[in-house]
């Protein structure tokens, strides 16, 4: 396949006409280059999940879909809902950013918690691994996942209704379909659980997502989406993963909203414009467990907003048979208002923190085909309010050595700006105005095969450095910063990955990455017990993730499915005590089984039973010290689909 030779018809590329087939994948990908490139000609490294297929799994929310993904580890602190987060080639967990149709719902700074993003109304997820600053900005240090959702089109009518362990509840209602040019899409979801903690651990989730898709004529097309989610966790746990708390509890409502246009003005010759909107409104409530709780510090509430927009235009020209350049500019403002207070036996100690940033960035790319290689290169300048200008840069290349191997390589810098609390935090903890982003430099270098006997398999080697890491100081003097860019860490690995043609009617897909991480350089604490440790791991990265895959064809009844992720052991700090102990985290098997299965019947045709066992063989595993995994949970829903 020539590289990008999709391209070639850019006027029929700008925004896919309709929704892709739910039983397969695209023939291309669009977050690595922001272009609409084939996944066999992509110089950096990247997995695309159906969404059709995990839901076929029962699987609903992101963060359980993404553990399969080779270069990603994830560390969850209890059950569905609890604080997700995900450290993507040993890299901090701040260093992805995740985008929904190109909407960024990282906070700035890079906080993100996956544990109450859901898979609905989603039809597929791209996981770009390595740098992708120059493309993206800050944050997508070690990475970028999109999630894209459904477009309209075809007439349909979903739903879905189910319930399992521990108050399992999964309800949803969709429908898709087209008026003239315009498609349109809309769904309502509700999930809810009564948690796995023995008290004061319920979890509920509502959203509502849309997209409306216009051709708005031979060369314009519009795309428009939002979606809103309110969602409330309850956590017993206190800081050390103790069951203390019958009351505390965190609620939000997220709001996120994206406009694009494309104009072809050319065959040769496409811009784009988006505007995106995110607002954050987090809420937590922690008062008096009994009226009798009035000693120490007993009571903590706090309100917040969090605001993100940006701007961006680009043009893209086509220079040649397969040349294709691309030069754009972004506007973005960041802007954060919290408000908290914490109650004691002394007083109130209340506290509050405003800021804003704004960042215009100019940014270009060129990618293309000669012969057997292959190659993208970019740039990017970013001009910040808070901390002035910064360059990011990466490279890559392919080259087919024949028909059946292709080799790869990237190379980049990258960075993540530091959140509005390390800046501007003030009263018992001060912010630094002077702090600079986080950085990295990251290569790779791999090899892909395609054999005839349909055995595909993939190879990947990584190196990173991370310098001008931010640390907490305790010990500062009282009023002085006490947050400075202090640490280095470095992280390297090996990521395989092999698909096997079916085996007695099973498809096996086989993954396994191996993560080594240390700290270069340690901060103002370097004692045993330190968040960072001068030649120590880095904290809750796994050395050693392997996942099996397992899926069979049940003709036209359905399927069943396996999934068994080993993780190994990492390391881990127990904050139960003052010095936090050094612990080591064991290693721990997973093992997910699903079926699909068509209903008999005059139903048959459009009702599907949906049934999954998450951690089917029971087992009690630890992945943040102190807080206890759950153990099984089982799920039956019935889909229907017309």
């Known amino acids: ?83 997700h987060t995900i450290f993507m080639r040993g890299g901090q967990g701040n260093y992805v950013r995740v985008l929904v149709d ?50 309209g089109g075809a007439r349909q009518l979903r739903s879905e209704v189910g319930g399992g362990s521990f108050g399992t509840l999964r309800a949803s209602l969709g429908a898709s379909g087209a008026l003239g040019r ?103 409530n922690d008062g008096s467990d009994t009226p009798s709780d009035t000693l120490g510090f007993y009571g903590y509430y706090a309100r917040g907003a969090v605001k993100r927009r940006m701007a961006d235009l680009r043009s893209t020209w086509r220079l040649g048979d397969a040349q294709y350049v691309t030069v754009g500019t972004e506007w973005a403002r960041d802007q954060e208002r919290t408000t908290s207070v914490s109650v004691s036996q002394f007083g109130d100690f209340p506290d509050t923190l405003r800021a804003a940033r704004e960042n215009v960035a100019l940014y270009a790319q060129g990618l293309g085909e000669r012969g057997r290689f292959s190659y993208t290169i970019g740039a990017r300048l970013d001009e910040n309010s808070a901390f002035g200008s910064f360059r990011t840069a990466r490279a890559g290349a392919g080259w087919r050595v024949n028909d059946a191997v292709r080799l790869r390589s990237s190379a980049g810098t990258a960075f993540k700006a530091p959140n509005f609390f390390e800046n501007f935090a003030g009263g018992f903890t001060q912010g630094n105005p002077d702090l600079q982003p986080e950085e990295s430099r990251s290569a790779d270098l791999g090899v892909d095969v395609t054999l005839a006997t349909g055995v595909r ?53 086989f993954g396994h990455t191996w993560t080594s991480t240390r700290v270069a350089k340690g901060g103002f604490d370097n004692t045993p017990s330190a968040t960072f440790v001068e030649g120590e791991r880095l904290l809750r990265r796994p050395a050693n993730v392997t996942t099996l895959q397992l899926r069979r064809a049940l003709g036209a009844m359905g399927n069943v499915s396996a999934v068994i992720v080993r993780t190994g052991e990492r390391e881990d700090r127990d904050f139960s005590s003052w010095p936090a102990g050094v612990v080591t985290l064991g290693a721990f098997t997973t093992v997910d089984l699903a079926a699909d299965v068509r209903l008999p019947g005059r139903m048959g045709e459009s009702a599907r039973l949906v049934l999954r066992a998450d951690n089917a063989t029971d087992v009690r595993f630890t992945q943040v010290q102190g807080f206890q995994s759950p153990g099984r949970i089982l799920y039956a829903g019935l889909r229907l689909q017309r």
């Open 182 to 284: 315009l498609g349109w899409t809309l769904q309502g979801d509700r999930h809810a659980m009564d948690g796995v903690l023995a008290f004061n651990n319920a979890y509920r989730n509502d959203g509502i997502s849309a997209a409306v898709d216009l051709a708005a004529d031979a060369k314009t097309d519009i795309r428009l989406t939002g979606r809103f989610n309110n969602s409330m966790y309850q956590y017993p746990t206190g800081s050390a993963g103790a069951l203390e708390d019958r009351n505390a509890e965190r609620t939000e409502n997220r709001v996120l909203a994206g406009l694009e246009v494309a104009r072809r003005w050319t065959d040769r010759v496409e811009t784009r414009a988006q505007y995106t909107w995110m607002d954050l409104l987090p809420r937590t």
């Open 1 to 83: 396949m020539r590289f990008l030779s999709v391209l070639a018809a850019l006027p029929n590329l700008a925004l896919p006409s309709a929704a892709l087939a739910q039983d397969s994948l695209p023939a291309t990908v669009i977050t690595a280059t922001r272009l609409p490139t084939p996944l066999s000609a992509q110089t950096a490294t990247v997995t695309v999940l159906d969404a059709a297929s995990l839901r076929s799994e029962g699987v609903t929310h992101v963060g359980d879909a993404l553990k399969r993904v080779p270069g990603v580890a994830m560390a969850r602190s209890s059950g569905i809902g609890s604080q």
């Open 102 to 151: 190109g909407v960024a719902i990282n906070e700035p700074g890079g906080t993100l918690d996956l544990g109450r993003l859901t898979l609905d109304d989603v039809e597929r997820i791209e996981v770009v691994r390595g740098p992708a600053s120059v493309l993206y900005g800050s944050e997508a240090v070690t990475g970028v996942i999109q999630i894209i959702t459904k477009r």
């Open 457 to 509: 398999f993939s190879l990947t080697g990584f190196a990173q450095r991370f310098k001008n890491l931010i640390q907490y100081n305790g010990a500062a003097p009282f009023g002085s910063p006490n947050y400075e860019n202090i640490v280095a860490a470095n992280a390297g690995g090996v990521e395989f990955e092999v698909s096997l043609p079916s085996i007695g009617g099973v498809e096996p897909q």
